[in-house]
C-alpha cells in the first residue's frame, strides 16, 4: 500500500478535547487549551503557529497562537502537546472538542533559558499571530 501524501499547513485540522495542562500557562500569563489529539492524526511539525479555532458546534472562528512541542524549556513535559492561546478570550475550555486550522508558522520550538525569555517571546509570537490573521481573514 503507498503511503498517503503529505498534507500541506493549510489542509491539516486538527481536533480533540481540551485537557489539563500543568497550569503554568495562568502563571506565564498566557492560559493555553491543551488539545488531546489521536495518536494518528496528521499534525504539522513542532513550531508555533498563527491558528483559527472553533469550539464543538459554535460557528464563531477565534484567533489563536498554537504551540506544538514537549515544551522544551521545562523538564516535566514528557509528551508532545498540542496548546492553544486563544485570543481575548478567558472561557474554561475543559473537556470541549474544539478544532484548530493552521495560517502560519511563527517559528521553531526554542529552549528558552529562564521563564521570562519565554514569556517575552510568546508576547511577541502572540502580537506577530494577531497582524497575520488580521490581515487573512480580512482577505
Ligand atoms: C505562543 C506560545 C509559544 C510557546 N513557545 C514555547 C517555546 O518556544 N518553548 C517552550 O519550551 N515552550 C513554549 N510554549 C509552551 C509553554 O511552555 C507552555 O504554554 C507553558 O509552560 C504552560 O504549559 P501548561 O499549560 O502545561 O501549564 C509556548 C506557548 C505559547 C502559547
Redesign the pocket.
Known sequence: MSAAPALSLQEIILSGHVVS?????QV?G?P?A?ISVAADAPTPPDG?YACLVTIEDEHQIYHA???I?D????DD?KER?F?A?IHDFDRDLYDFAIHVSFVALLRE????PSVDA?KE??MR??ERSRQILADYTQR
Open positions: 495542562g500543568h497550569g503554568r500557562g506565564l498566557f493555553t491543551n508555533v497562537t498554537m504551540s512541542g515544551n522544551p524549556t521545562f513535559v502537546r496548546e492561546y520550538m526554542v529552549v528558552f519565554l517571546q510568546t509570537d502572540v
